[in-house]
């Protein structure tokens, strides 16, 4: 008698470990049998990153390690791959992955959660690529916390005016969410940080906020906006609206309105794209802004077996005809359960189910115990929308391990006062080994090891 021949488990391939990647791995490996399918989770980096934590972080309100989420520990049923997706073929269901460490090679799949979300958009500023650093990232949160410090004691510790001048000017482009957020925290810290410097007072520090457009923070509403812009002014802040950033060679920065000046921090939030790994895939359609064509299902319109959705995916918005849905968390984590939950439904022969979801409003920080809010039609200023912020973002942290620790660090915060410590040189940590092996480490050239590693 003849061994019956057992069907292979179709494999789920994930591409993303963000919000969408992390939450709809979550959620498949909670909804599906054993042996129904196997869920492989592509991602570079081996956590995903709570980006509306990113300012508390950069601002040592929350240790950075409770903002991140290790994925093996989470995702436990699940096939993690340390690797970058540079091209998908869904005609041959295979994608080319990229290894943290050796050659390329061919994954083949059955079905594909296309998660790969957004990327900073610049543009080609001179200098920008040289002297700018994004705040997408914990990697670029941390620099930027010790940068800030860093620049208090250079500060500090010279007599040279105008190496004092450009130490103490910190330039943020992009007045929306991520720009508005790093701005006001990363003030707030160096605002208090000032308090242990004899020769810095916070009238000393000069905080540039830079925006093409007429508005900041067009996400609460025009009023909300014009009160953080209030807000902002009072903490002498500079805020440049309808203005733009021209040039930043050697931190040389020019505007668009003629003002020119100088700064070792030069922070670009001016908005994002589609990941540009999306122009490789073959057999997924995109729009013109380079984003996954999906329909309300979150299935790619009019391709089988592939799915989308978050920043990288063009999603119908039900709850506004016509429109589709934003980049927003508050998107991207009701997307991921509902296309898991499609998934599922596909898998057992059932039917799959639209993705609606009215916008319920916006939470930004704008430093310790400041904030605005408008949820539900319902205003807040102050501490009140500083709090619902934070209460909020609580809620969606994934797991009660990361719920825990946040909860601690804002506990402990109430009464110890936060590390005013720059850990900058931790990005150089062969310096002090190689000058004590007479390496000369002040010409400015790489270092052996920084060489190797890049």
Request: proline share 5%; glycine share 8%; charged share 25%.
């Given at each position: ?118 990327v900073a958009r610049t543009l080609p500023i ?162 013109e802004r380079g984003k996954v064509r999906c ?150 050239a790489l270092s052996t090891h920084e060489a190797?590693?890049?």
């Open positions: 008698m003849s061994t019956p021949v057992t069907p292979k488990a179709p494999r789920i391939l994930v591409l993303g470990g963000g919000y969408v990647g992390l939450y709809t791995a979550l959620r498949l490996q909670s909804k599906l049998r054993a042996g129904e399918a196997t869920v492989t989770v592509v991602e570079p980096r081996s956590y995903m990153t709570y980006q509306p934590f990113l300012p508390e972080a950069s601002a040592g309100s929350l240790s950075p390690r409770h903002v991140v989420v290790p994925l093996r520990r989470v995702l436990k049923k699940c096939e993690i791959i340390n690797a970058r997706v540079v091209a998908l073929d869904h005609t041959a269901r295979t994608a080319r992955l990229d290894p943290i460490d050796g050659p390329e090679y061919d994954l083949a799949y059955d079905i594909v959660v296309v998660a790969l979300g957004s001179p200098g920008l690529a040289d002297e700018g650093v994004g705040f997408k990232t914990i990697e670029e949160a941390i620099y930027l916390r010790n940068q800030i410090l860093n620049c208090l004691d250079v500060a500090e510790s010279t007599d040279d005016l105008a190496r004092r001048r450009r130490a103490l000017t910190f330039c943020f482009v992009g007045g929306g969410y991520a720009g508005v957020e790093a701005l006001a925290e990363l003030e707030d810290l160096a605002r208090d940080a000032t308090k242990y410097y004899k020769k810095i007072t916070p009238e000393d520090l000069r905080f540039v906020l830079v925006e093409a457009s007429d508005r900041i923070l067009p996400e609460v509403g025009p009023d909300m906006g014009e009160y953080t812009l209030l807000q902002l002014s009072e903490r002498n802040i500079d805020i440049r609206l309808k203005t733009r950033l021209e040039s930043c060679t050697n931190g040389v920065v020019t505007l668009s309105d003629g003002t020119t000046f100088e700064s070792d921090t030069i922070v670009w939030t001016a908005g994002v794209k589609a990941n540009p790994a999306l122009t490789n895939f073959a057999g997924l359609p995109t729009d329909d309300a299902t979150l299935q790619v319109t009019g391709v089988e077996g592939a799915w989308g959705a978050g920043d990288n995916a063009a999603v119908p918005d039900l709850a506004n005809p016509g429109k589709e849905t934003g980049p927003s968390a508050q998107h991207a984590v009701r997307q991921a359960k509902r296309l898991a939950d499609n998934i599922v439904a596909t898998l057992r022969g059932g039917e799959v189910k639209e993705y609606r979801h009215k916008y319920v409003g916006s939470v930004a920080s704008l430093g310790l115990h400041k904030g605005v809010a408008q949820v539900y039609g319902i205003k807040l200023k102050g501490w009140p929308a500083w709090f619902m912020h934070r209460t909020y973002h609580l809620s969606r942290v994934p797991t009660l391990n990361r719920k825990l620790r946040v909860v601690t660090d804002w506990t402990l915060a109430l009464f110890f006062k936060r590390e005013i410590v720059s850990l900058g040189s931790i990005s150089m940590p062969f310096h002090e080994f190689e000058a004590a092996a007479g390496v000369n480490t002040s010409t400015g190797a590693r890049r």
